[in-house]
């Protein structure tokens, strides 16, 4: 099994709306990771969690909470999001955090109106 | 930081060869990633350097010059399935922490 599973595949949210995003993979890889992606743009890195403790944050508002319940899920909670946190977002994980390569899921696309 | 430049677009024909550019700074380089990503796909790993030098896979060929900062992808006989984003992506550990960073991408378009 090399695949990444994210769910929702897509989900539209007003902006006092509560939701999540969730991730799962099951090769095994310790290290997972959130990336948003606008259009035509490269993916940008959000939070890694390496050993199921968050190890990067870079600088991402707290309307947008990472949780790692176990080392084969990765969530997104979102809440109070602005139309302009709308974007594709990316999961992947890797066998390390420093080691192999990065496995993506197909993403879930939010639109925030 | 990092800083990672690649060409934004390029065009070529079925069945030429293509390279596509990455140059990058970054202070505490941990390997060179190829990804590819077509229109409303995920990105899929192509290639890996650490080391300099070239790595062949297939089709498919990349290129690490450290000293430089300059890496290349390269595209052998190519194909119309090809036409997709080419994203550089470099491992830095400047934080202490191991991550992934992408250039800006490179849109590929493959013509008959």
């Known amino acids: 099994d090399t695949e990444v599973t994210q769910t929702p595949k897509h989900l539209v949210m007003g902006m006092t709306n509560k939701k999540s995003l969730k991730c799962e993979q099951h090769?095994?890889?310790?290290?997972m990771y959130w990336y948003k992606q606008k259009a035509k743009k490269p993916p940008e890195l959000m939070f890694v969690?390496?050993?199921?403790?968050?190890?990067i944050n870079e600088s991402v508002p707290s309307r947008f909470s990472p949780e790692c319940p176990n080392s084969s899920l990765l969530n997104l909670h979102l809440h109070a999001l602005q139309p302009e946190d709308s974007a594709l977002y990316l999961c992947?994980?890797?066998?390390?955090?420093?080691?192999?390569?990065?496995?993506f899921g197909e993403g879930s696309r939010l639109t925030v109106l | 930081g990092q800083n990672i430049d690649q060409p934004t677009e390029m065009t070529a024909t079925e069945g030429a060869i293509v390279q596509i550019n990455c140059t990058y700074q970054?202070?505490?380089?941990?390997?060179l990633f190829w990804y590819q990503q077509h229109a409303g796909e995920a990105p899929t790993f192509l290639s890996y350097?650490?080391?300099?030098g070239l790595e062949e896979k297939g089709r498919f060929s990349s290129f690490l010059s450290r000293s430089k900062g300059y890496s290349y992808l390269l595209l052998k006989e190519l194909q119309m399935k090809d036409s997709a984003s080419y994203l550089c992506a470099v491992r830095d550990n400047d934080t202490g922490f191991q991550k992934l960073v992408f250039g800006t991408g490179t849109r590929l378009l493959v013509s008959p």
């Open positions: 970054t202070s505490g380089f941990n390997g």
């Open positions: 090769m095994g890889h310790r290290a």
């Open positions: 969690y390496s050993y199921e403790k968050l190890s």
């Open positions: 350097n650490v080391l300099d």
């Open positions: 992947a994980s890797s066998q390390g955090s420093n080691t192999g390569e990065l496995f």
